[in-house]
């Protein structure tokens, strides 16, 4: 069984940093993908940062890019997500996430696509 924690958001101001944490069940980290994904208040849940176990590579939003930095600890079965010079736009609900298996036409980008859930940790960036 999948589980997934996600812990570390808070509250900061706008050019803060925040380190996002997500404790995994075991072998969660050899999932197909994994990634961390946000939802703001009125808007649809979208992807943050996207790592793919088959070429150990990781994707990130436009708006990710250069600000945040995503990376797992598979000794102790944790993904991180650090999240530097945050904004007020950066301000929502962010939730780890993993797909064991690929299936058919799979896109891991998308947050249908993804099999496990964390519960959220709110972050608030302050202007």
């Known amino acids: 069984q999948v589980q997934l924690v996600e812990s570390g958001g808070g509250s900061v101001q706008a050019g803060g940093s925040l380190r996002l944490s997500c404790a995994a069940s075991?072998?969660?980290?050899?999932?197909?993908?994994l990634g961390w994904f946000r939802q703001a208040p009125g808007k649809e849940r979208e992807r943050v940062a996207t790592?793919?176990?088959?070429?150990?590579?990781?994707r990130y939003a436009d708006f990710a890019k250069g600000r945040f930095t995503f990376s797992q600890d598979n000794a102790k079965n944790t993904l991180s997500l650090e999240m530097n010079s945050l904004k007020p736009e950066d301000t929502a609900m962010y939730y780890c996430a993993a797909l064991p298996e690929p299936r058919d036409g799979t896109d891991c980008r998308l947050p249908s696509a993804m099999d496990y859930w964390g519960q959220g940790t709110q972050v608030t960036v302050s202007s």
């Open positions: 075991e072998d969660t980290l050899n999932s197909y993908c």
């Open positions: 790592f793919y176990i088959t070429t150990g590579t990781t």
